[in-house]
């Protein structure tokens, strides 16, 4: 995996949507133990310091926890707190754009709620 150096997106951000997403993968499980900030630098050959402010974000919301002298782990419900935040955040955010932009195309609310089923059943 590499992270985005040139995006807007800062690199500690990055880091921990891409540890978020190896748990949403099932690749860190709850209660298992979290690369560390020296492992996350080498692998994505970033800053030492870097990659513990994604940690400490991970851990300041509480989808992490850190054992003393162990590392950090990967809490009961870290699956579902990742799951419900970008239900709430992410997918309001894309609703929201979608209707301004269909609003400005004059799309009728009828025409697009059949778009959204449509795409839906994968068609």
Known sequence: MKLNMDGTTPIYVQ????????????????DGKVYSQYQLAELFNINPATAGKGLTLLLEGEILYKKRGLGMFV????????????????????AQELVLEARRLAVADEELLALIQKMQRGE
């Open 15 to 30: 880091v921990a949507e891409w540890l978020q997403n190896e748990i949403l993968a099932n690749r860190l499980v709850a």
């Open 75 to 94: 809490t009961a419900q870290a699956k579902e707190m990742i799951l419900e935040k970008r239900r709430s955040e992410t997918l309001q955010q894309l």
